[in-house]
T-cell receptor, first 114, second 112 residues
Framework: EAAVTQSPRNKVAVTGGKVTLSCNQT?????MYWYRQDTGHGLRLIHY???????EKGDIPDGYKASRPSQENFSLILELATPSQTSVYFC?????????????FGPGTRLTVL | GEKVEQHESTLSVREGDSAVINCTYT??????FPWYKQEAGKSLHFVID?????DRKQSQRLIVLLDKKAKRFSLHITATQPEDSAIYFC???????????FGSGTKLTVEP
């Protein structure tokens, strides 16, 4: 079974503070993704990565940075957190099988920015 | 980029009835359509998919239909059970591409 873990699971931050969300996968997948989930919007892609050292912008990258220092780890960084970034964040990993990409999701991080 | 619209935001059915969730997509290059399930307070997990070379796929009580002409696909859950209650997300991806575009989710409630 695929294993994607996230830390922290819950985080309360102050406006203007720096927040780092971490994701680790033990599947040896090349691709990793960060999404946020908000009611009415479903899952929106923030950043993704094709492998160590690479990061790509998703649909809503503004206010977020990403870092992929290794195959296993993918971080999402909020340099100056704002209340609008209060959300549940999911990390996922995946790889192409038969030309399609199946994704395995972590448990999520609930972030509240006050 | 691709836009996936999920038409039912909520759906309520009686146990034993069928549930149908409909999605449409915009990009004719999309060729893979997975469905994910999210139970209350939990993460998402894959439940079934369909590829563009077929128009129907069944896995136990789950049936996915794909109409490429209409750019529409649907998830049918037959003989629903209370444990089917969850949020279901449809998604689309283009061949040789790695990004899934998700719909906004349908909250399915199966009432006993």
């Amino acid at each position: 079974e695929a294993a994607v873990t996230q830390s922290p699971r819950n985080k309360v931050a102050v406006t203007g503070g720096k927040v780092t969300l971490s994701c680790n996968q033990t599947n040896n997948h090349n691709n990793m993704y960060w999404y946020r989930q908000d009611t009415g919007h479903g899952l929106r892609l923030i950043h993704y990565s094709y492998g160590a050292g690479s990061t790509e912008k998703g649909d809503i990258p503004d206010g977020y940075k990403a870092s992929r220092p290794s195959q296993e780890n993918f971080s999402l960084i909020l340099e100056l957190a704002t209340p609008s970034q209060t959300s549940v964040y999911f990390c996922a990993s995946g790889d192409k099988t038969n030309n399609y990409a199946e994704q395995f999701f972590g448990p999520g991080t609930r972030l509240t920015v006050l | 980029g691709e836009k996936v619209e999920q038409h039912e935001s909520t759906l309520s059915v009686r146990e034993g009835d069928s549930a149908v969730i409909n999605c449409t997509y915009t990009d004719t290059a999309s060729s893979y359509f997975p469905w994910y399930k999210q139970e209350a307070g939990k993460s998402l997990h894959f439940v079934i998919d369909i590829r563009s070379n077929v128009d129907r796929k069944q896995s136990q009580r789950l049936i996915v239909l794909l109409d490429k002409k209409a750019k529409r696909f649907s998830l049918h859950i037959t003989a629903t059970q209370p444990e089917d209650s969850a949020i279901y997300f449809c998604a689309a991806v283009m061949s040789n591409y790695n990004v899934l575009y998700f719909g906004s989710g349908t909250k399915l409630t199966v009432e006993p």
